[in-house]
């Protein structure tokens, strides 16, 4: 069966004291809320009870925060607003994560009346050998065709731990772009909110420099999250050195790499010597285009005479390469 809130005539305030947890005790605060529709269109909503007899906001308080130490009994109230014309029946319960398991609700089930607002009690008990850093929860409530989730971020005390791995880099080239996979996890006790570095180096220099920036992520102890980075712009011919760089608060740092080869479409039929001979060649006449002459001096005819015996000497090198 339901537990029922007795209605509230306008302006005043009803507190019931109901024992459902023991010698700990609970008691449900009914108050009437306005008619008019809320934030959300009317329906019924949940979220942390505010102080003072205030109507619940997410200016208020968004989420639940309680702070304890092993085998510590912590308490807070889950606020249910009706706004509508119609009683509805709630049910509440932890959501998925272990540490959900730790919260027991005044009642399972809760019956709001119309236009009221219920406060419903709620405990945390902290295991004995909880282990301290952060330990996310969740209090759901479902009814009237629809579920509603408040986060519940507990965190049992003791010595802090942040530390994290970057895991499964792999480079994954999509036409004439690319895209950078790898895994963040979280190896520490302590929710982390990541930043994130990329560089990359090739034969021919730097490809590729990303200062560090956050990244829109929330680790959670324990929390393994498969992360894309772009490249719209990787080398068409080269050997490349990736490397990720992820650092959050508290000193947690990791690092880690893949190698990227980069080669066209119509040099994959060469053999390996013949490509290494085209990227040598394609080097030594990029570095010729960019080079500037001394100022004010003409070319000689040696240097004439240089440039000429230079050419053969490459293509030789390409055609030994071919032919290897």
């Given amino acids: ?30 108050s009437p809320v306005p008619a008019a ?11 942390p009870a505010p102080g003072g007899g205030a109507r619940p906001s997410a200016q208020d308080r968004p989420y639940f925060y309680l702070e304890g130490p092993p085998g510590a009994v912590l308490d807070d109230r889950l606020s249910l607003t009706n706004p509508g014309a119609a009683p509805v029946t709630l049910r509440l319960h932890g959501g998925p994560t272990r540490s959900s398991g730790w919260l027991s609700t005044a009642a399972r089930e809760v019956r709001v009346p119309p236009r ?6 709620f405990t945390v008990t902290v295991p004995k050998d909880a282990a301290p850093g952060d330990h996310p929860a969740a209090l759901v409530a479902e009814g009237g065709g629809r579920t509603a989730g408040v986060r519940v971020h507990l965190r049992v005390t003791g010595p802090a731990l942040a ?26 006790n302590t929710t982390l909110a990541p930043r994130l570095a990329v560089r990359a180096d090739g034969l021919f220099g730097p490809a590729l420099r990303r200062a560090a920036r956050a990244l829109p992520v929330t680790l959670p102890p324990g929390r393994r999250v ?17 490397r990720l760089t992820v650092t959050a608060a508290g000193g ?12 066209p479409w119509a040099a994959a039929a060469l053999p390996p010597v013949g490509l290494l001979a085209g990227a040598a060649v394609w080097r030594v006449r990029r570095r010729g285009r960019v080079a500037e002459p001394r100022r004010g001096a003409a070319p000689t005819d040696a240097a004439r005479t240089g440039l000429s015996r230079s050419a053969p000497s ?5 055609s030994t390469g071919t032919n290897t």
């Fill in 1 to 30: 069966m339901p537990s029922r809130i007795r209605s509230v005539v306008p302006g005043a305030v009803l507190a019931t004291a109901v024992a459902l947890l023991g010698p700990a005790g609970a008691a449900y605060a009914a």
């Fill in 37 to 47: 529709p809320g934030p959300d269109g009317g329906r019924w909503t949940a979220a």
């Fill in 116 to 121: 009221t607002r219920a406060d419903v009690p």
């Fill in 163 to 188: 530390a994290l791995s970057v895991e499964d880099v792999a480079v994954e080239r999509r036409g004439s772009a690319a895209v950078i996979r790898y895994v963040l996890v979280n190896r520490g």
């Fill in 226 to 242: 498969p992360l894309t980075e772009p490249w719209p712009d990787p080398p068409a011919l080269d050997s490349v050195d990736v």
């Fill in 252 to 263: 947690a740092q990791g690092a880690a790499g893949a190698t990227y080869t980069a080669v």
């Fill in 314 to 318: 490459c293509t030789a090198l390409s």
